[in-house]
């Protein structure tokens, strides 16, 4: 807070002046009749026997601007859909001495009629008002710099109303949520719930948050996935099903990484893979037409064009071209680092912050951070890389074709993954096998392998049909529809680290 007769105190002296004459700061109910955005749309192209005729409106926000000049006073109120603005006077508004007393910032409730303005405007002549709520701290006209932009995250709840870009974006993700669930509703798929705290953290390869359970005495992991939840249901003859859950990874956080983030994952019974990729195109396809009106999208300077077909690359295919020399499921550690050790190779993998610094023979671990620092950066149009090694992928099925490989796709659009999908395998002796190799990794010490989950191979010793699963990033999916770079832009809320009290920002 500032010194004695600083911008808090004069806000505090005027609400206690208010309470003095009997005026309650803090008000209560308000009838509304009207919003902002949709007065604009019924009125800003009516005529003025429109206006006349129109019943009188009552509408609530927030004080946004104000402009005084002596016996009249014009402000423009904020609410959720929008602002209007606000003409009263002296000689038609009794209490317009204390009117002209609120504050950018005060919330307050108004009825009046509707008019034009000389410069057009479409404004309500204020014939009465009420105090909803006396703001305490100043508005910031605007942020400035890295450390405002931090701000901006931490106080979003101001950087709401200041700021008119994250309004949009934030609608904007509501929007997509809305059509995602629209688009799977229509194709008779279900939405569940599944549990958030399990006994056992599956479905992903992640590092889980633990807690504990005080009245069962036990541990349990916030999910990192609600995959082998979903998988049971299919088990249980739910044939399509989906959740937009939230997933918490104890891992890293950069401008693509959130340790609380959303996901939208489905699952088809009957289906392959390849069933997913034309379902991926379809949903992207119909998200662009319906909210943005277009498939050729912005992004950071570049433009993205969703129409499909989408691009095709196979794993080694891309892992090949980016070591320059063949690479397949059969090439041995030795080959592959002396690969990467060729001088233009070593420099891209440094710049891109790869270390090859790996134990034993580990070449899972050698290919999936080769093609993460080579590969990926190059994937700007949308493409699926398909045919990824069983290594990499605990729960797929094996290609009918090539034992070594697996029937799945990460799809890639403007340098990220956006979704992961397969064929789920659903032979409980082999998916035992791959739990198994997943336990001896994390003996070795892998702390993100996947854990043995018995209740599942049990759910699918009772049978699963052939299933293919996804999961969408909504995050990452909102920052391509809007453009932003950085998926903090896209969270109300993210995760931040602790505030220092003495770089607080100053009142």
Not at 13 to 34: E, N, T
Not at 104 to 125: H, K, N, P, Q, S
Not at 299 to 315: D, H, K, Q
Request: charged share 30%.
């Amino acid at each position: 807070m500032s010194g004695d007769g600083g911008p808090i105190e004069q806000a505090i002296a005027k609400r206690d002046a208010l309470r003095q004459r009997g005026i309650d700061p803090y008000g209560r109910r308000f009838d509304v009749s009207h919003w902002a955005g949709t007065l604009h749309e019924q009125y800003d192209a009516a005529d003025e026997g429109t206006l006349k005729s129109a019943e009188p409106v009552r509408v609530a926000g927030r004080v946004i601007t104000m402009r005084h000049h002596g016996k009249t006073c014009f402000l423009h109120l904020m609410d959720y859909t929008g602002r209007i603005q606000l003409y009263a006077r002296a000689d038609q508004l009794a209490d317009f001495a204390d009117y002209v007393n609120v504050d950018a910032g005060d919330y307050i409730g108004v009825a009046g009629e509707l008019f034009r303005t000389r410069t057009g405007e479409l404004t309500i002549a204020v014939r009465e008002w009420t105090f909803l709520a006396k703001r305490l701290r100043p508005l910031p006209e605007k942020w400035h710099g890295l450390k405002d932009v931090e701000t901006r995250y931490r106080q979003r709840y101001v950087d709401l109303v200041v700021n008119p870009e994250p309004r949009q974006v934030f609608l904007l993700r509501s929007r997509v949520i809305k059509a995602l669930r629209d688009f799977l509703d229509a194709r008779g798929f279900i939405e569940v719930e599944t549990p958030m705290m399990q006994p056992i953290p599956g479905g992903a390869t992640a590092r889980p948050f633990v807690t504990h359970h005080n009245a069962l005495d036990m541990d349990l992991f916030l999910r990192i996935a609600p995959e082998l939840y979903l998988k049971r249901l299919v088990v249980g003859g739910l044939d399509r099903v989906y959740e937009i859950n939230r997933n918490f990874r104890n891992e890293g956080v950069s401008t693509q990484h959130n340790p609380e983030f959303t996901m939208l994952e489905f699952y088809q019974a009957y289906a392959d893979y390849q069933d997913l990729m034309t379902l991926t195109e379809e949903m992207f396809v119909a998200l662009a037409d319906r909210l943005l009106e277009k498939r050729a999208l912005a992004w950071s300077g570049e433009t993205i064009n969703l129409s499909p077909p989408w691009a095709r690359l196979p794993f080694f295919d891309g892992l090949s071209k980016a070591l320059g020399t063949t690479v397949t499921p059969d090439t041995d550690v030795g080959t592959l680092r002396a690969a990467a050790e060729a001088p233009a190779v070593r420099a891209a993998l440094h710049e891109a912050g790869v270390s090859l610094d790996l134990r034993g023979d580990e070449r899972s671990k050698l290919w999936k951070e080769v093609f993460e620092g080579l590969v990926e950066p190059g994937l700007v149009q949308p493409t699926f890389v398909i045919d990824f090694p069983v290594e990499l992928s605990p729960l797929s099925k094996r290609k009918r074709d090539d034992a070594r490989l697996v029937d799945r796709f990460e799809l890639f659009i403007g340098r990220r993954e956006l979704a992961n999908a397969y064929t789920e395998l659903n032979d409980p002796e082999e998916q035992r096998q791959r739990f198994e190799e997943q336990e001896k990794e994390r003996a070795r010490g892998d702390d993100e392998a996947q854990w043995l989950d018995e209740d599942y191979i049990r759910a699918l010793e009772y049978g699963m049909p052939p299933t293919a699963g996804e999961g969408v990033g909504i995050d990452r999916l909102v920052m391509l529809f809007a453009d932003q770079p950085s998926i903090r832009e896209v969270i109300l809320f993210p995760h931040l680290r602790p505030e220092k009290r003495d770089e607080a920002p100053e009142s």
